[in-house]
Nanobody, 123 residues
Framework: QVRLVESGGGLVQVGGSLRLSCAAS????????VAWFRQAPGKEREGVAC????????DHAESEKGRFTISRDNGKNAVYLQMDNLKPEGTAVYYC????????????????WGQGTQVTVSS
């Protein structure tokens, strides 16, 4: 069964850090471009970061540059999102997805999505 499973979410104070993990089963994640999205209550899902297949170059949403870092571990078939200096607006459900389009920030419901992990940033 092809699945993506996110973990690592939780409750953190403003300025704190969390590391989200996205583990793949049933397929090799390293041949895919993988992105992290988030969806806050009442808001649309938005792209946060992307790591390309192959050489593994990255792209981060402008609002998160310098605070969020996406990486991958091909040996563990996983992708990570390190989130530092979290802000209250970072409260959302975070999803990982294997994307097929160069415009990774566009939500495609036909891509392979995980179930999401909740991140809550308290002030």
């Amino acid at each position: 069964q092809v699945r993506l499973v996110e973990s690592g979410g939780g409750l953190v104070q403003v300025g704190g850090s969390l590391r989200l993990s996205c583990a793949a089963s049933g397929f090799s994640l390293n041949i895919y471009t993988v992105a992290w999205f988030r969806q806050a209550p009442g808001k649309e899902r938005e792209g946060v970061a992307c790591i390309w297949s192959g050489r593994g170059g990255t792209d981060h949403a402008e609002s998160e540059k310098g605070r969020f870092t996406i990486s991958r571990d091909n040996g563990k078939n996983a992708v990570y999102l390190q989130m530092d200096n979290l802000k209250p607006e970072g409260t959302a459900v975070y999803y990982c997805v294997s994307v097929r389009d160069d415009k990774w920030w566009i939500v495609n419901p036909n891509d392979n999505w995980g179930q999401g992990t909740q991140v809550t940033v308290s002030s």
